[in-house]
């Protein structure tokens, strides 16, 4: 049971956190499209930063969503 808990803390932690991480992940999609096209391969850009701000939230309020229907199972016995 403790490890629900915990996957509904990381699942908040991203909501609540998305926007620097999403910032994190974007700057380094960034660098590594940088570095691919300067070796000649053609990559798509990256996201926007909303959008990705966006993908985070939705997949941390996801996550906790899960959660929060697992332990509810579980502790009624379905």
């Keep these: 049971?403790?490890?629900e808990?915990?996957?509904l803390a990381v699942g908040l932690a991203i909501a609540l956190f998305h926007q620097p991480l999403a910032d994190y992940i974007l700057e380094q999609?960034?660098?590594?499209?940088?570095?691919?096209?300067q070796r000649g391969l053609t990559v798509p850009?990256?996201?926007?930063?909303?959008?990705?701000?966006?993908?985070?939230?939705?997949l941390?309020?996801?996550v906790a969503s899960v959660?929060?229907?697992?332990?509810?199972?579980?502790?009624?016995g379905r």
């Design 67 to 76: 959660q929060i229907l697992h332990i509810w199972m579980m502790t009624h």
């Design 29 to 37: 999609e960034r660098t590594l499209v940088v570095l691919l096209r």
């Design 60 to 62: 941390g309020i996801f």
């Design 5 to 7: 808990f915990v996957k």
């Design 45 to 58: 850009g990256s996201l926007t930063q909303r959008m990705a701000r966006n993908i985070y939230f939705s």
């Design 1 to 3: 049971m403790l490890l």
